[in-house]
């Protein structure tokens, strides 16, 4: 295990999507616009009417994965959370239609069907980035 601190927090984000929004294009774009280095999504609640996720389908390495991909279906959010580190989003969910659950890390492509909340918290003064591993998974690591 490794730890890295964050040392104070900054601005927290209260993030409203609506109808034919993109999750994951408008975390993005507030990162950018907002010049965020490091977050946390601490809540995040929405419906979709189109939802990509993609979930790990083996133990070894290199992983494999699934797409699950639902489109013009009405889908309940019930959480988004994830981590932004050097600017880079790191989003998962859970969503529902009415005969099952699925979750997973958020692809480009999920859209609101009525609305979206998130709420995302800066975090200050981690000195951290991401980047592959020697088996080719992306880790948070100490800036050099």
Known sequence: ?????????????????VQGDMLLESIERLIREEAIE????????ATFDRARLHMIT??????AVHIEEKTDVPLEVTSVDGFICDGEPHI???IADKNAAYA????????ILYLGELVIQELL????????NEKGSRHIYARD
């Open 104 to 111: 997973g890390h958020v692809l480009k492509g999920c859209r």
């Open 92 to 94: 998962h969910c859970t």
């Open 38 to 45: 490091n977050a946390v999504v601490v809540s995040g609640i």
């Open 125 to 132: 003064g981690a000195s951290i980035r991401r980047h592959e």
């Open 58 to 63: 083996t133990t070894g390495y290199p992983s």
């Open 1 to 17: 295990m490794e730890t890295f601190i964050a040392d104070r927090v900054g601005r927290t984000f209260i993030v409203k999507l």
